[in-house]
T-cell receptor, first 113, second 116 residues
Framework: EAGVTQFPSHSVIEKGQTVTLRCDPISGHDNLYWYRRVMGKEIKFLLHFVKESKQDESGMPNNRFLAERTGGTYSTLKVQPAELEDSGVYFC???????????FGQGTRLTVV | AQSVTQLGSHVSVSEGALVLLRCNYSSSVPPYLFWYVQYPNQGLQLLLKYTSAATLVKGINGFEAEFKKSETSFHLTKPSAHMSDAAEYFCAVSDEGSGNTGKLIFGQGTTLQVKP
């Protein structure tokens, strides 16, 4: 069974550009989470989807970040326009139920220069 | 609000020595607690979790953690470190304040170095 897949694994973009990160959860997992780790800080929650609906987006930093999960399958996280402070590692996780184990992807390392 | 504190951002042990990674949490309700490990260039992998059953939880790769309510701690231990244990370890608590949505609150992470 394939795990959670994220791509790209690395992205280097200039300030002001747009970047889209993608997450493919484990098939059948209704719950999908995005987290971010900024250099030297803890991993922080961004948002939670249940199927295609946003259950909780309280961790989204600002309106430059837009997450979608059309059809309840894969999810995208777009940053537009990117700022220097957006640099970090973005993790995606999925689970069958909210009390089930969350499986994490390997993360996307975003560098904004 | 819940929070997690991991004492020590870097821990170094010799191969064969005891591993002790410290984690303290704050929570107003009985929490679910987790330890995750991240090996280089990989995603986070669940080591073990506490869900209010036995206070001593055994995980993968010989790790275990003990839930101590009186100390609000959930320290991770392994009797004998192996070179392959070198990784970054994260303690996390589920955010019960959100109504148990599976949202996790992480500590800052502890990098474990194992010396030959």
């Amino acid at each position: 069974e394939a795990g959670v897949t994220q791509f790209p694994s690395h992205s280097v973009i200039e300030k002001g550009q747009t970047v889209t990160l993608r997450c493919d959860p484990i098939s059948g997992h209704d719950n999908l989470y995005w987290y971010r780790r900024v250099m030297g800080k803890e991993i922080k929650f961004l948002l939670h989807f249940v199927k295609e609906s946003k259950q909780d987006e309280s961790g989204m930093p600002n309106n430059r970040f837009l997450a979608e999960r059309t059809g309840g399958t894969y999810s995208t996280l777009k940053v537009q326009p990117a700022e220097l402070e957006d640099s970090g590692v973005y993790f995606c996780a999925s689970s069958l139920g909210v009390v089930s184990e969350a499986f994490f992807g390997q993360g996307t390392r975003l560098t904004v220069v | 609000a819940q929070s997690v504190t991991q004492l020590g951002s870097h821990v170094s042990v010799s191969e064969g020595a005891l591993v002790l990674l410290r984690c303290n949490y704050s929570s107003s309700v009985p929490p679910y607690l987790f330890w995750y490990v991240q090996y280089p260039n990989q995603g986070l992998q669940l080591l073990l979790k506490y869900t209010s059953a036995a206070t001593l939880v055994k995980g993968i790769n010989g790790f275990e953690a003990e839930f101590k309510k009186s100390e609000t701690s959930f320290h991770l231990t392994k009797p004998s470190a192996h070179m392959s244990d070198a990784a970054e370890y994260f303690c996390a608590v589920s955010d019960e304040g959100s109504g148990n949505t599976g949202k996790l609150i992480f500590g800052q992470g502890t990098t474990l170095q194992v010396k030959p």
